[in-house]
């Protein structure tokens, strides 16, 4: 059995708080381990260390900094497949995707490294006559950073390189349903001769991340979760006079055209609804097809999900492995029944499939004709359970996407140029795909959704992480000759 403790200072730390959470491999359902749940003091302690960590860190120079996160993409480079193999264990998803998620953690390491750039001030030489002005960008000081279950890899790598190049130290906070994989990468992060201190892991709950977000000393709060949990910690973090960035949940919409090429669409609805077995907030849930194209695209989606192979995700033939636990499972399942009792008609029904497992595994689903007030509809599933919504018209789907609260990612599949630009400009989500159906920006762009999707002012990574990061200084200087110095009780005006 393993036991996942805290690291606080560049070591393991055993929780003293009496309380923890099981750990368990959702493939096979067997409890594989425990992990400790932090007390207000451990995360007290925790911040005390980070914030003398912080005060010396924040003066080593870019030259230095540089080579440490350098070293550190080095080591999570080296380490890809361990690192895939901790996160399939806990988490479930097929090897192969867990790769892929620590390959796109690493692009936000590999930003974080152009950080001599990312950082650059700006310089205006003669602002006024004989006076300069210029902007440099500080670090805010002790820095938490608390996510989500489905990508604890890449999610926590969205924030910490960017906060760590800036001059910040780190708290994570991570899912407790999952920590070993954030632990091992704080253990990479140490190994590549960055600070003890800098970057501390608090594992915990509810009382561990109500501990950060009113300690005094955490300036800033990244959060990524679902909805609700999204509101209250934008809300209490910024009642607290935190800078918060705080992502939520989603319902995002794939629009499928009449112009559309089926096979090209049906692939991505298929990948992008039931990868990861839907436990992603980028992963479509809503097909939404215009005029005549529902019919075919649904049978070569069938055809699709007919050859699916749903199975433990460390063997190399599964496409999908389970989901995170057996509650969840069951609240997914519960959805499709829900459909067909609102008069949706299930088209592929995944509790029809058994497995010879006592992991927490159900089929991919289908369910066809859902409106917009069915709880299918409605409510983020976060499962393998794909909606369609028919409708007669282009602007039909436009004002369905609109209505719904959320607005994270959302794509178009057409071969229609005109429509396509059309969709991008007017439609109401913050990540938008043409032709991809998970437009998960790259690490130099910026990543954020609207509306119920995101809390905050300032998207994660990319430029927008470093200035989440960062609070500009702006200096006025002068050198003026003593002599021609007078009293002057007007307000400085340019000239
Ligand atoms: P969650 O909201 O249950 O948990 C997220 C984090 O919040 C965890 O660290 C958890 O310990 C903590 N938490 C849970 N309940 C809390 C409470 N009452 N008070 C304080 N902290 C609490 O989310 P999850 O189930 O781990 O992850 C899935 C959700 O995350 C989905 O809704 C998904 O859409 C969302 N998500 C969003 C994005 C995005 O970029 N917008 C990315 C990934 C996941």
Redesign the pocket.
């Known amino acids: 059995m393993k036991h996942v403790k805290h690291l606080v200072n560049g070591q393991p730390v055993a929780g003293t708080s009496g309380r923890q959470k099981d750990i368990f491999n959702p493939a096979t359902g067997e409890k594989t381990g425990v992990v400790d749940l932090a007390s207000v003091a451990e995360v007290d302690a925790a911040v005390q260390v980070a914030e003398s960590a912080y005060r010396e860190w924040r003066d080593v120079s870019i030259a230095r900094r540089t080579k440490l996160m350098y070293n550190f993409r080095d080591l999570v480079t080296r380490n890809v497949d361990e690192i895939a193999r901790r996160l399939t264990s806990e988490h479930g998803k097929v090897l192969s995707d867990s790769a892929g998620e620590v390959a796109r953690g690493l692009e936000n390491i590999e930003f974080a490294c152009g950080m001599a750039e990312a950082l650059k001030g700006g310089y205006s030489e003669n602002a006024s006559t004989g006076v300069d002005v210029y902007t440099v960008r500080r670090p805010l000081g002790v820095v938490a950073g608390?996510?989500?279950?489905?990508?604890p890899a890449m999610?926590p790598l969205w924030t910490i390189p960017n906060a760590i190049a800036a001059g910040n130290a780190f708290i994570l906070?991570?899912?407790?349903?999952d920590p070993s994989t954030p632990m091992f990468i704080a253990e990479l992060f140490h190994e590549a001769g960055f600070p003890d201190g800098l970057l501390n892991v608090v594992n915990?709950?509810?009382e561990a991340?109500?501990a950060l977000l009113e300690h005094e000393l955490v300036r800033a709060i990244s959060?990524?979760?679902?909805?609700p949990?999204?509101k209250?910690?934008y809300s209490t973090a910024a009642a607290n006079g935190k800078r918060v960035q705080s992502?939520?949940?989603?319902k995002n919409h794939m629009v499928v055209l009449p112009d559309a090429d089926i096979n090209l669409a049906a692939d991505a609805a298929v990948s992008a609804g039931y990868g990861s077995a839907g436990?992603?907030?980028m992963a479509i849930s809503v097909i939404v097809t215009v005029g005549e194209v529902a019919d075919p695209l649904i049978e070569a989606i069938r055809e699709r999900t007919d050859r699916l192979v749903i199975g433990d995700g460390t063997e190399a033939t599964s496409d999908m492995g389970p989901l995170i636990t057996a509650e969840h499972r069951d609240r997914v399942a519960g959805y499709i029944q829900q459909g067909a009792d609102a008069g949706a008609s299930v088209v592929i029904d995944g509790r029809e499939q058994t497995f010879d497992s006592d992991g927490f595994f159900l089929g991919a689903s289908l369910i066809d004709h859902v409106t917009a007030d069915m709880s299918v509809y409605t409510d983020?599933i976060?499962g393998p359970v794909l909606s369609v919504v028919r409708v007669d018209t282009f602007e039909e789907s436009m004002d369905l996407i609109e209505k719904n609260a959320w607005g994270?990612g959302t794509a178009i599949f057409t071969r229609d140029g005109g429509a396509a630009r059309a969709f991008q400009q007017e439609v109401d989500a913050g990540m938008v795909g043409i032709n991809v159906p998970i437009p998960v920006p790259v690490g130099y762009h910026s990543?954020g959704?609207w509306n119920d999707?995101?809390f905050g002012d300032t998207t994660m990574y990319g430029h927008e992480g470093m200035r989440f990061y960062t609070r500009p200084k702006v200096m006025t200087s002068r050198w003026p000759d003593p002599a021609t110095s007078s009293v002057n009780l007007g307000f400085p005006t340019n000239d």
């Open positions: 608390i996510t989500p279950f489905n990508f999610i906070k991570p899912s407790e349903r915990g709950d509810k991340v109500d959060f990524v979760g679902s909805t949990i999204a209250y910690i992502l939520g949940g989603a436990e992603r907030c983020e976060f994270n990543f959704g999707s995101f």
